[in-house]
Nanobody, 115 residues
Framework: QVQVVESGGGLVQPGGSLKLSCVASGISSRILPMNWYRQAPGKQRELVAGITSGGRKNYADSVKGRFTISRDNAENTAFLQMNSLKVEDTAVYYC?????????WGQGTQVTVSS
């Protein structure tokens, strides 16, 4: 059974940094695209960053130059390094994995940027 578990959220001041982790299990040795989404209160869920099985990365314009997505294939883990955080980055961050056209989501991890 495929499972996705995020960790690493928390409270940070504007300008600070956080690193999120996403561990996927139940996918054997398959290397699959992994994505980070976020959802702020009252807003739609939006794609923040994605990384393909080959390591190609894409970012939302709002986070380019501040966030970095990476992966450790041996550990089936994706990371999201978030620097220069802004108040508007406050949201629940979700990891997404697509397996055979099925979407799998983690439970989300809260990121709060506040002074």
């Amino acid at each position: 059974q495929v499972q996705v578990v995020e960790s690493g959220g928390g409270l940070v001041q504007p300008g600070g940094s956080l690193k999120l982790s996403c561990v996927a299990s139940g996918i054997s040795s398959r290397i699959l695209p992994m994505n980070w989404y976020r959802q702020a209160p009252g807003k739609q869920r939006e794609l923040v960053a994605g990384i393909t099985s080959g390591g190609r990365k894409n970012y939302a314009d709002s986070v380019k130059g501040r966030f970095t997505i990476s992966r450790d294939n041996a550990e089936n883990t994706a990371f999201l390094q978030m620097n220069s955080l802004k108040v508007e980055d406050t949201a629940v961050y979700y990891c997404n994995l697509v397996v055979d056209l099925l979407n799998f989501w983690g439970q989300g991890t809260q990121v709060t940027v506040s002074s």
